[in-house]
């Protein structure tokens, strides 16, 4: 019996041994496994959201980086117009919506919305030619704009509130309506003011001025109901007091900040 009880107690202390050297049996796996989620964007936006050589940049980029590592989780970005996003994030595609994403009433009925990490300001676009400089000019003209963005929701109220005057062209990517307007399809774009900025840059025959819009609130979007709600606006949160929002904020909006041509670069895949 004694014999039995040793042999019983050796078994239970090389157990022991082993659980010690590999972090624990039970625990190993789990702890190795870091979760992915996976972020929605539009990328075709800079200086929030572009591609470059094939990589993702920009300051909503970067946020979502930032946030997955304050919280332990892998990133995984997919690229999809912005149109299709709030679709992708009903159907599973993706766990959250990060692309210069307003938090509006009509949105709020579908989606679920982090704090605002960012507030900006509209712009037109138009050629220096032939400026356009306030809401005024902007009537008897043919302005582009994102379809589903807020900027289209502002240009739509404002042409119905002046009898119409203003023809709206809505198209899926903002490349797209820069070249429209090189080409004089259209007399201007209404965009956000860091965009337009980075169009502008990058293009001598283009100029923007600022519109009396302002948005308010760039904010990330989960399903409804999402625990990952809390756990984001407590890690914007923290990164508003340590001071890492603010650096990843005055790192992308820069006026001496030229990032390679969004009007050429690669454009979205979905």
Not at 27 to 34: F, L, T
Not at 213 to 240: Q, T, V, W
């Amino acid at each position: 019996m004694k014999k039995k009880t040793t042999s019983l107690k050796l078994v239970f202390a090389s157990i022991t041994v082993a659980c010690v050297l590999f972090t624990g049996c039970a625990k190993a796996p789990q702890e190795a496994q870091r979760r992915t989620i996976k972020a929605g964007t539009s990328a075709d936006y800079p200086p929030f959201e572009f591609i470059s050589y094939g990589e993702f940049h920009g300051l909503d980029i970067d946020v979502a980086y930032a946030l997955a590592r304050e919280l332990g989780y892998e990133l995984e970005i997919k690229d999809i117009e912005f149109s299709n996003l709030i679709q992708a994030l009903h159907s599973k595609r993706v766990d959250f919506v990060i692309s210069s994403m307003t938090a509006t009433e009509q949105r709020m009925k579908n989606v679920d919305f982090s704090i605002p990490y960012y507030s900006p300001s509209f712009a037109v676009i138009s050629k220096k030619d032939a400026p356009i400089n306030t809401e005024q000019d902007l009537m008897g003209k043919r302005i582009g704009v994102q379809l589903g963005s807020t900027m289209e929701q502002y240009a739509q109220q404002l042409s119905k509130d002046n009898n119409g005057q203003i023809t709206i062209e809505s198209r899926n990517l903002n490349p797209q309506l820069i070249q429209e307007l090189l080409v004089g399809r259209i007399d201007g774009v209404v965009i956000e003011e860091s965009q337009a900025s980075a169009f502008v840059k990058n293009t001598y025959t283009l100029t923007y001025a600022l519109l009396p819009k302002k948005e308010a609130g760039y904010a990330i979007a989960f399903r409804k109901g999402s625990p990952l709600k809390a756990e984001f606006d407590k890690a914007l949160k923290e990164l508003e007091a340590n001071g890492k929002l603010q650096a990843i904020i005055e790192k992308w909006i820069n006026k001496d900040y030229v990032e390679p041509n969004p009007t050429l670069e690669n454009l979205p895949n979905e």
